[in-house]
C-alpha cells in the first residue's frame, strides 16, 4: 500500500488527481462545520445525546458527525445512496431501463441523470420532514414558513453539492467519488470513538488492567480488520472451457477461463438494509415523540436497539438480533439475485463456445451454477454478520459505544483496496501509454 503511494507521487497526472481528491475531502469536512440557518444548533445536540436508541447513530456515523450538529450536510449522501439502490432496483423490474442500462455510454448517462433527479427529490422529502419534525419541537426558534424553506433549501443543496463533489473526484480524481466521501465521513468518527474507549477501558485504570484493555481493543479492532480483508478478497473461480473452431484456415479458441465469483457478492448493501429497516421505526418513534414507556410497543423499539442485544440483564431483547441476522441472509441473497443472473451466463457461454468442465451445456450449467452461488451467498451474508456482530457484542456485554462498526469497517476497508486499484491502474495505463510512445 505504502509502496503504491510512493510511487503515485512520483507520477505528475497521478499526484495532481490525489491532491484535487485531498482538497475535495477538505471542502467536505469544513462544510460539517457550517450550520443551516436559522436552527438551534445546540438544542439538537442535546436532544440528540438524550437518545437511547440507536436510530440515528447510524445515520450519524455515514454523515461524519453532521447530522448531530445539524450542518448544510446532515443529510450528506445518504439521498444519493437511496436512489441509486432505488435505480438499481428498478432497472431490473422495468425492461426501458434495463435497456438503458445495456444501450451503452448514452445509456448510462440516461440512468445517471434520472439517479440525480430522485437524489433532489429524496433530499427535498427528507429536508421537509427534518425541518418540520424537528422544528415542532424546537430545532427552528419562532418557526415560520420562510424559516423552514431556507431550512430545506439549505440541506437539499447540501446534499446536492455532495453528489457533485462525488462526481468530480470520479471525473478529475481517482474515481470511487460517492464512497471516498463515505469513507472520510466514516473515519472522521474514529478519533472520538477511540477516545471514548480510552475513557471507558484504560483511563483511571492501574498499569496492568489499561494495558490488558488496550491491548484487547486493539487486538478486537485488528481482527475485524482482518475478517473484512479476507472477506472482500475471498473469490470462488468456476473454471470454463472454450472449445476449438475453424475461423478460416486457422484453428482459434481452446482457452481456460473462469469465472470469477466473490464470496461477498453482494458487498455492504445487505448490512445497509437490514440496519435502515431496523433503525426506522425508531426514528418515526422520536418523530412523533413515542419513545419510552412500558409498553408492547416500546419492548418492540428496544428489542430493534442494537444497543440492546447481548445485555446479559435483559437478554429477551436479544431477540431483535436474530431479525437482524435473518434480514442479512434475505437481503444477501436478494441483491446477489438480481445482480447475477445463472441463466444469462450460461446463455453467453454456450454462445462463446464455453462450458465447465464435466457440467453439459444449458440447463445443468444453470443448475449447478445455482448451485455454486447459493454456497458461495450463504458463506458471504456468514461472514458479512460476524464482522457486523461483532461490535454489538462488546457494545452490549462491556459498554463499548463507538459508532463504527462492522458495517462502517467493511466501507473503509473496501474503498481504501478499490482506490488503491484505481491508482494502480492509472499508473500502468500511463507506462502503456509511454511504451507506445517510445
Known amino acids: 500500500m505504502l509502496k503504491t503511494l510512493k510511487n503515485a507521487f512520483k507520477v505528475q497526472d497521478v499526484r495532481r488527481r490525489i491532491f484535487y481528491v485531498f482538497l475535495m475531502l477538505v471542502v467536505v469536512r469544513l462544510g460539517t462545520q457550517v450550520p443551516v440557518p436559522g436552527m438551534n444548533g445546540e438544542y439538537f445536540k442535546e ?26 450536510f446532515a443529510l450528506n449522501i445518504t439521498p444519493y445512496i437511496t436512489s441509486s439502490i432505488i435505480m438499481q432496483l428498478l432497472t431490473i423490474a422495468i425492461p426501458k431501463l434495463e435497456e438503458m442500462q445495456k444501450d451503452g455510454e448514452m445509456g448510462r448517462k440516461k440512468i445517471t441523470a434520472i439517479t440525480r433527479y430522485l437524489t433532489v ?27 423552514v424553506v431556507v431550512a430545506v433549501v439549505a440541506l437539499t443543496a447540501g446534499s446536492a453539492f455532495l453528489m457533485w463533489v462525488g462526481e468530480r473526484i470520479n471525473e478529475k480524481g481517482v474515481g470511487n467519488g460517492i464512497s471516498v466521501v463515505l469513507a472520510i465521513n466514516i473515519i472522521s468518527r474514529i478519533p472520538s470513538d477511540m477516545v471514548n474507549l480510552y ?19 486493539i487486538a478486537i479492532i485488528l481482527a475485524v480488520v482482518l475478517l473484512v480483508l479476507i472477506l472482500n478478497g475471498a473469490m470462488r473461480k468456476i473454471p470454463v472451457q472454450y472449445s476449438k473452431k475453424m475461423q478460416g484456415r486457422k484453428m482459434v479458441g481452446g482457452q481456460s477461463s473462469h469465472i470469477p465469483l466473490k464470496v461477498n457478492t453482494s458487498g455492504v448493501i445487505p448490512i445497509i438494509f437490514a440496519s435502515s429497516i431496523m433503525s426506522f421505526p425508531g426514528i418515526i418513534a422520536s418523530f412523533v415523540g413515542k419513545t419510552g414507556g412500558t409498553g408492547i410497543g416500546s419492548k418492540i423499539l428496544a428489542g430493534l436497539n442494537s444497543g440492546n442485544w447481548f445485555n446479559p440483564h435483559q437478554p429477551v431483547y436479544s431477540i431483535g438480533l436474530v431479525v437482524y441476522i435473518l434480514l442479512v441472509i434475505f437481503f444477501a441473497y436478494f441483491y446477489t439475485s438480481i445482480t447475477f443472473n445463472p441463466l444469462e ?27 455454486i452461488l447459493n454456497y458461495v451467498i450463504f ?16 457494545n452490549g456485554v462491556f459498554g463499548a459505544n463507538v459508532s463504527f462498526g462492522g458495517t462502517s469497517l467493511i466501507i473503509v476497508v473496501s474503498v481504501i483496496l478499490e482506490t488503491l486499484k484505481q491508482i494502480e491502474s492509472m499508473m500502468l495505463v500511463r507506462n502503456y501509454k509511454g511504451f507506445l510512445n517510445e
Not at 436532544?47 to 448544510?72: E, H, K, P, R, V
Not at 462450458?355 to 453439459?360: A, E, H, N, W
Open 47 to 72: 436532544w440528540f445525546s438524550s437518545q437511547t436508541g440507536d436510530a440515528f447513530n447510524f445515520l450519524d456515523a455515514f454523515t461524519g458527525g453532521s447530522f448531530s450538529s445539524m450542518s448544510i
Open 121 to 147: 427529490g429524496l433530499a427535498l422529502f427528507e429536508s421537509t420532514a427534518m425541518a418540520i419534525g424537528f422544528g415542532n419541537k424546537g430545532l427552528i426558534p419562532d418557526m415560520n414558513f420562510a424559516k
Open 199 to 217: 475513557e471507558s477501558f484504560v483511563k483511571g485504570k492501574s498499569i496492568a488492567k489499561a494495558g490488558l484493555a488496550a491491548i484487547i481493543i
Open 345 to 371: 451466463v450460461a446463455d453467453n457461454m454456450k454462445k462463446q463456445g464455453g462450458f465447465v468442465p464435466g457440467i453439459r451445456p444449458g440447463k445443468p450449467t444453470v443448475d449447478y451454477l445455482n448451485q
Open 379 to 394: 458463506i458471504g451474508a456468514a461472514g458479512l454478520t460476524i464482522v457486523a456482530v461483532i461490535p454489538f457484542f462488546f
